[in-house]
Nanobody, 115 residues
């Protein structure tokens, strides 16, 4: 089964940008949809962005126009470019397949946006 490790999280000011990366190991995920998810303190984990095996993308309304998901199947990586960050984007960000696999969650990467 595939396992994921996320990186790129940091503390940034409101309006700033971050680029998150996710590397998969154990199996190729090129044939599957991939997604970024996030969990804010006291809230449930939620989907943020997804990309199909063919490259079609979708975003939750709150990040449309600000976040961009992309993938590199040759490198087994998925990235999330986040611009115009807001305090409500503060969360731990995870990547996983779409639909997610319970055993594939990684440790996540913390994004903190200060206002």
């Amino acid at each position: 089964q595939v396992q994921f490790v996320e990186s790129g999280g940091d503390l940034v000011q409101s309006g700033g940008s971050l680029r998150l990366s996710c590397v998969g190991s154990g199996s190729s995920f090129s044939a599957y949809g991939m997604g970024w998810y996030r969990q804010a303190p006291g809230k449930q984990r939620e989907p943020v962005a997804s990309i199909t095996s063919g490259g079609s993308t979708a975003y939750t309304d709150s990040v449309k126009g600000r976040f961009t998901i992309s993938r590199d199947n040759a490198k087994n990586t998925v990235t999330l470019q986040m611009n115009s960050l807001k305090s409500e984007d503060t969360a731990v960000y995870y990547c996983n397949l779409v639909p997610f696999r319970y055993n594939s969650w990684g440790p996540g990467t913390q994004v903190t946006v200060s206002s």
